[in-house]
């Protein structure tokens, strides 16, 4: 363990980070439109001057008139000033009393700021007043500032309704492409995720009996938040982790969060984390030498049980490194002994060739704090938790995949049917394919993978399906035993969607199992099952079934002696999707047994050597969602020219295979009435 010197000795150094205490901030604008100088400014300051001596600087929020400060940000109104060399005394203070007393006067302004001349140009402005539509940080500057009475109670220790900060109001409708035939139903898609950009899970959590998404939405300027008591009905909350201005320590950042974190804090309060996706410039006033990207770790801690309104930011630690990167975090974690900690993604290399690629692979940074935030913070950086280049499918290996920082990562134990009782643990990445890695780490120290388990380190999903997360019945996803389900980002170059939720357990050889969540079964029409059931090579096996759009299928199949020779499985939606076994493949991934999938995707069957196959799949419109085993997963994309359903086997020469094939018709799920 070793820790960091304090920031007054930060060095010029590639890569630093150290521990800080909280400190909290907030902007929510930018630079807004420049307005012409009026005449009626002296007027209304000598109507108003009078009033001007309530907004003293007392204790709690700084009131004003202060020299030196700067509530920088969500400027609505700037307006030029033209002060004479007679008002320069005490920094021009007289023409920031008329600037504070243009703000009195005007009922939308929260906050001012008055730039005297020679005080710095931003954007070619010189002197001016800044009126602001709610309060953003307090920072040092040589300008003027302070708040009008509306901005705050009678104590100044809180802001008043009128100037709290407000999530952004929903963009327009962005409905989901295509004929109508094509939209999902069951999925979780709102609006937002139609748009081109990334939609991580950036973060996902259950509390207090609700389970919460979020996924990224960089182009309506936040994280979309859908929640659901079942895992199968979804509401869209929003975007209410947003973009705001944030200047902390000298960076300058109006962006989306990138992709991070939800936890719940030794108060029980949830908590949102992340990094800004890019700023103008970083935390240059904590170490002088720090480029653009290097900006802190924070988190906003939810203001309402619905995780629809989050506090200003709250600083956790700095970071630095060689070259711009998202730093993915992980959801920080209380462990066994009682300590939180931290990790987020890196790639192997900035202590040695600080170039890409790099040969060492990705990375887990690692950090341990007796608090999440607040007073008893304390973050100290510990050494690497994990490093690898490697990935496996079944039995081959992948030595070098891993050529740059891992992407989007989690971190999850307590995992049900755990052999070791819950102290097993796993990471997920999504750098070459979705991949995992089940192994071993105790408090504080490396993680160790279970390499010479087959099932143990490979992909959990082989189509669409990445940049996944986990929630279940404890926000602990890590020290603390309970479900643990994996919710994700479908579509790549399709309209996106919430994947279905899906269970993980453990087998008793460390195998990453998964399955659909039982509550989808709730989506059954009763009336609508049907049923296949029969031997290869009779005429029964070629019965074909009407299906439908929204479909759920079940199948088994099995034989005896040598594997088929041919591939076979189940077709839906008339054709456009078949959910393939193929045995005639020699397939490294799983040597002398067969391989699964649908074409142009396909992943090991496992365990390798089985005669017996258990297909479970969701339809839903052009969305087909596979588990083979419970262990080989892929999400896929029908290309739908019509809305023929029809379900059927095929490939049933071999009189040795066995097969059931059960189906039901699905009920609407999501996206069937109007979005906020």
Known sequence: MRRCPQFTQLEAVSYFLCAHHSKRGVGLGRLGPVTTASSLRKKM?????????????????????????????????????????????????????????????????????????????????????????????????????????????????????????????PPGPMPYPGPNFTHPRIHQSPDCLHEHGWHDMAGALTYKGWHHAFQGCPNSGGWSHSASQDLVHWTDRGRGVHAVQESYEGMDSFVTPCSGFVTVDDDGTPCAGFRQCGSEKGTTRLNPAANPWDVPMEIRCAQNENMTVWSDPIWLYPVYYFRALPYDPVRPWKDFDGKWYSSWSTDGCNATTKKLPCAAGGQLELLTS???????????????????????????????????????????????????????????????????????????????????KIGAVGHYDYGSLTMARTLGSDPNQVAVNGRRVLIGWIGGGNPASQSLARDLTLSPNYELLQQFVPELQMLR?????????????????????????????????????????????????????????????????????????????????????????????IV????VETIFNNRTAMVTYAVLYNENAEVTTFGLDDPAIHVQLDTWVLKDANNFGPQP
């Open 620 to 623: 839903d419109h052009q969305i």
């Open 370 to 452: 007796p608090a999440l935030h607040g007073p008893a913070m304390d973050w100290v950086q510990l050494e690497p938790m994990f490093t690898t280049n490697t990935t496996k499918s079944g039995a081959a290996a992948s030595v070098g995949a891993i050529t740059g920082e891992f992407v989007t990562s989690g971190y999850f134990g307590g995992i049900p049917g755990d052999p070791d009782g819950g102290t097993t643990r796993v990471v997920t990445q999504n750098r070459a394919g979705p991949t995992f890695w089940v192994g071993k780490q105790a408090n504080g120290s490396k993680f160790t993978p279970y390499w010479d």
């Open 525 to 617: 029409i009763p009336s609508s099952h049907a049923q296949i059931a029969a031997v290869g090579g009779t005429p029964a096996v070629a019965q074909r079934l009407a299906g439908s759009l929204q479909l759920e299928v079940v199948a088994t199949f099995s034989w005896s002696g040598p594997n088929p020779t041919q591939p076979f499985g189940v077709s839906v939606l008339g054709g456009a999707a078949n959910l393939t076994v193929d045995c005639t493949a020699t397939a490294p991934k799983a040597d002398g047994g067969c391989q699964v999938g649908v074409p142009g995707h396909f992943g090991p069957l496992m365990p390798i050597g089985t005669t017996t196959v258990y297909v479970h799949a």
């Open 45 to 169: 300051a000598q109507v108003l001057m009078a009033a001007i001596s309530t907004a003293g600087a007392l204790a709690g929020f700084d009131m004003g008139p202060t020299y030196g400060q700067d509530y920088a940000g969500m400027d609505y109104n700037v307006t030029m000033w033209h002060s004479g060399p007679d008002r320069a005394a005490n920094h021009y203070e007289a023409s920031a009393k008329e600037c504070e007393a243009y703000c009195l006067a005007d009922p939308k302004c929260c906050a001012w700021t008055y730039c005297p001349p020679g005080s710095g140009k931003v954007g070619g402005l010189g002197e001016r007043c800044c009126l602001k539509g709610g309060v953003p940080a307090e920072r040092s500057s040589p300008h003027w500032t302070g708040l009008p009475p509306r901005a705050t109670d009678p104590t100044h220790s809180k802001l008043s309704a009128q100037c709290t900060p407000k999530p952004p109001p």
